[in-house]
């Protein structure tokens, strides 16, 4: 079965351009989440998604980041201008949410490494 | 705000060893607690989910405990091999958002 799919693996760009991250999650998951992840900070919720609508965003850091999900199938985090403060690993998850209980475990994609130079 | 705190940092052991590795969270009101195994470059792999309501979880040599009272979670492991190296990470579910905090980490390497 194919797992939570990130793109690109990895992105060197120049502080001010727009980098749009994106992340296909598992089929059948109604619930996507993006993480960022970093040797200071650890790893960090930024948004998440549940039937495609956002939940709580209280993670973005800025406005110069926003996440969209058009449909069940693909989610993207877009950050405009960007930083050098920006660089990290970014991870997007998915799981099936059950209502307000959930059980299950979040699955991981392999993260988008950003470099803002 | 719920804290989870990981010690140690970092753990190296001879393969063969038995070992704990501990989380510690601050917030009592939790649905539920899972583990993850991060390997370098990758991103994070689910090994144990815990509910509330249950005390542990078993899977092959890993055994997770939870005792909500006092706010503390453990993962063992049991006949170290070195395939075990990597980065182990606590998450906590909050029972009012969904979302999980995470630990720090724990990074084990376990020599051969």
């Known amino acids: ?117 | 705000k719920q804290e989870v705190t990981q010690i140690p940092a970092a753990l190296s052991v001879p393969e063969g060893e038995n070992l704990v590795l501990n989380c510690s969270f601050t917030d009592s009101a939790i649905y539920n607690l899972q583990w993850f195994r991060q390997d370098p470059g990758k991103g994070l792999t689910s090994l144990l989910l815990i509910q509330s309501s249950q005390r542990e979880q078993t899977s092959g040599r890993l055994n997770a405990s939870l005792d909500k009272s006092s706010g503390r979670s453990t993962l063992y492991i049991a006949a170290s091999q070195p395939g075990d190296s990597a980065t182990y990470l606590c998450a906590v579910g909050s029972s009012n958002t969904g979302k999980l905090i995470f630990g720090q980490g724990t990074t084990l390497q376990v020599k051969p």
């Open chain 1, 1 to 117: 079965d194919a797992g939570v799919i990130q793109s690109p693996r990895h992105e060197v760009t120049e502080m001010g351009q727009e980098v749009t991250l994106r992340c296909k999650p598992i089929s059948g998951h109604n619930s996507l989440f993006w993480y960022r992840q970093t040797m200071m900070r650890g790893l960090e919720l930024l948004i998440y998604f549940n039937n495609n609508v956002p939940i709580d965003d209280s993670g973005m850091p800025e406005d110069r980041f926003s996440a969209k999900m058009p449909n069940a199938s693909f989610s993207t985090l877009k950050i405009q201008p960007s930083e050098p403060r920006d660089s990290a690993v970014y991870f997007c998850a998915s799981s099936f949410f059950q209502g307000q209980y959930s059980n299950q475990p979040q699955h991981f994609g392999d993260g988008t490494r950003l470099s803002i130079l």
